[in-house]
């Protein structure tokens, strides 16, 4: 993940690393480690989860394979920047879901001297960038995109197909309302429910 040697070690700094992908790709199982890790090289480390993310548990931070780690729930990033006060690593999961200001919060503690973890959806359902993850991603040094498995052909995923009958951007879910696509796989799932709903509009 680090390329490049730091080579003035006189320089106070931080930096921010992105990890990005579809859904069931492995993103909190990722940010997990890298946490741990630093946990265990005694570092202070403050983990933090967007409030309505409440799938597994209300505090904890639990990837789809049970690994977990302790966190604090925000319901705005404005609570981050309060939060965080000396801390040598700052994690941020399902990042995605925080409003824009997300993006000055993680700089700023970069910029601090931080080193900034986060992880999240880079596209939504309907395949478009999702949320402050574009701006995250462009300011980032490091970004790790990770992939799933397509359900229907094998090959890698990064799209998460909304299998739910919703229209809402956010829709917390897990395999009864998503599965992982390929771009040939999701491409042939939109265009198959588009026919389907100009044949309902039409009352075929």
């Not at 992105?18 to 946490?35: D, N």
């Not at 993006?103 to 973890?117: F, S, T, Y």
Request: negative net charge; charged residues 25%.
């Amino acid at each position: 993940m680090f390329l490049e040697n730091t080579v003035n070690h006189n320089e106070q700094f931080g930096w921010i690393e992105v990890i990005c992908g579809s859904m069931f790709s492995g993103k909190t199982e990722e940010l997990i480690r890298r946490l741990k890790r630093a946990q265990f090289a005694k570092q202070k480390v403050e983990i933090f989860k967007p409030a309505i993310d409440t799938r597994y548990d209300i505090e904890k931070v639990i990837s789809h394979d049970a690994n977990e780690i302790r966190s604090t729930p925000v319901p705005s990033s404005a609570n981050i920047r309060l939060l965080a006060s000396d801390c040598d690593v700052v994690g941020i999961d399902e990042v995605q879901f925080f409003d824009d200001e997300i993006v000055a919060v993680c700089n700023d503690l970069a910029n601090r001297g931080v080193r900034v973890i986060v992880a999240g959806l880079d596209m939504d359902f309907k395949g478009n960038p999702f949320g402050p993850m574009p701006a995250l991603m462009a300011t980032a040094e490091y970004v790790t995109k990770v992939h799933a498995v397509c359900t229907r052909t094998g090959n890698l995923a990064h799209y998460s197909h909304r299998t739910a009958a919703s229209e809402e951007i956010v829709l917390l879910g897990e395999t009864q309302e998503y599965e992982p696509l390929s771009r040939s796989a999701y491409f042939k799932a939109m265009a198959t429910e588009k026919l389907k709903k100009a044949k309902e509009k039409n009352g075929k």
